[in-house]
DNA sequence: TAGATTGTTAATCGATTAACAATC
DNA sequence: TAGATTGTTAATCGATTAACAATC
């Protein structure tokens, strides 16, 4: 009934949505209008109800959203209704931060497995978990039921493990490593580029008050 | 002369190319053309050549782009000419990874002062920095003359981060902490936000293969 | 009933892509 | 000269916003 094709912006917005919810929720807070939700979240109020109309009638004329029929929802929406486990390749600084990190990401993923090319890490326990050798990849993939990795190797080893994941079996990507990755059909790919994130940010920094046109170094 | 309002878009697709061109450089390949830079991007080599066009005229009409020119354009278009100076509050697993990081980021950033609410964390040493209290912020971001800042505290806390990084004048703050934080004018803020990056790959994973509309839980 | 707020259509705005003359 | 590739205009496509009837 609703085969229609919903545009990458406003699936990216969805999470945004749902975990301010969430925090409305723990406060007891029962209903939301659109306008709220637009406030908080520095969005215009009439995209949020048409991103949201997209998938049905959630709302209540005059009255605004029940949040927690709107969390499990938007929940429904993103499939995260079932628990997904997660493969981690990489254990360098930021690997095994996220490893740790898990809390966060626990609303539905889990890092289940933790591997790494270097030989001599084998064994090593982060976080309750053991670092696997890549060998192992394709193996641990199937018998644990892992659909997503995570790349956290350098960028110059990012597209060969991906190719590994690929081959695997997974069915989607999400990369910390600084490179874009080749994509594969019927594999997602999401980039977690902070350090693109980084230099476009100094782009409008000095842009930014009354410098005009200012060709000059100061 | 080209005062002309640059999209957003562009803006963020510089540090793309920019990246890709250094691999470039250090394999000595002197010239690229728009269509190389469009495969190897999986971009529309039209989408390149106009970006780059709103800058400037950098390439040559039946050759293509100098790498290396083209390197150095970006980079004064980006403002990546003199470092700049970041501060750091949080050190959790992810500030502390981002802190022994550096590499990534030196380009033309560098973490300079890294800070934590948590007095017992006072001193603590993260890769060669002293960890500092809250209450020296204002004072270390004059002194060190620290324009940008990163968050790397839990939610609740971030928007109390943000303003005292507001208030000790930065410029330019990367928050990954996952909520949305109020924009200040004059202050430029830019989220690194990997928890929504993974629930919308949610999304996006079983819709993949031809399963139709399904909505059966198989 | 009066006030509020949704869902949705239409209008606007912006970004991407195609096409091609200019030219190296 | 012939082939390649830019810079740029025009065409297309998509996303955001405004406006308002429907209705709680």
Redesign the interface.
Known sequence: MK?LKISEAV??R???Y???LNELSLSNILTVSSQDLGE???LNPAQIRKDLAYFGEFGRKGVGYNVDYLIEKIRQ????DKM?NVALVGTG??G???C??NM??K???KIVAVFDADQSKKGTLINHLTVRPMQELSASVRELGI??GIITVPAPEAQNVADQFVAAGI????N?A???L??TP???I???D?????????????N??GS??GDGDL
């Open positions: 085969p699936v990216r969805l999470p945004i749902l975990r301010f908080k979240l520095d929406i993103l499939k995260l997904m600084n930021l095994r931060a996220l740790n990190y966060y990401i609303d539905n993923m659909t997503v069915r989607g990507i999400l910390f600084p490179v874009v080749k994509a019927g594999v997602r999401h980039h977690a902070f350090t693109a994130e980084l230099l476009s940010l100094a782009y409008y920094m000095d930014i008050k005009k046109d």
